[in-house]
């Protein structure tokens, strides 16, 4: 018989630097799971991308016990790194933050199609292209 789901929590968090503190402390304590076995778990599967974002989606049952799975980082984490910016702009669209090429939006978009609501590269670029214009981005 399939265990009972009690509720699903998504959290960003960075590849193998999770701890108890908040945000993992608030979002799982309050749940009754044990956060220091997700911690340890969490930081064991994402050593190897350690430095990047790694959300998260932890589905927890009825008799505390959790699964979760990790996805790719955010759009514009991955945006950011191709450019080599810190962050976006934060005068969009009078400012610029960089300068995208259509061959590094298709990149983006063929490495993210996973995790996005779409099995299509055209409609997966069209999102990463709006994530980049909102962060203050130029397409070519």
Do not use: C, W
């Not at 956060?35 to 969490?42: A, E, G, H, R, T």
């Not at 991308?49 to 991955?78: C, H, N, S, W």
């Amino acid at each position: 018989m399939a265990k009972k789901v009690k509720t699903i929590v998504k959290i960003n968090l960075k590849a193998a630097e999770a701890t108890p503190a908040p945000p993992v402390g608030t979002a799982l304590g309050q749940h009754g799971v044990a956060i220091m076995d997700f911690v340890k778990q969490y930081n064991d599967k994402t050593q190897a991308l350690k430095g990047q974002v790694a959300p998260a989606v932890i589905t927890i049952y009825e008799d505390r016990t959790f699964d979760f799975v990790i996805k790719k980082a955010p759009v514009a984490d991955m945006i950011k790194k191709v450019l080599g910016i810190e962050k976006g702009s934060g005068k969009t669209p009078r400012e610029t933050a960089g300068t995208l090429t259509h061959a590094q939006v298709k990149q983006i978009a063929e490495d993210k199609l996973d995790d996005l609501n779409t099995k299509d590269v055209e409609a997966a670029q069209r999102i990463v292209e709006g994530t980049a214009r909102s962060m203050g981005i130029k397409i070519e």
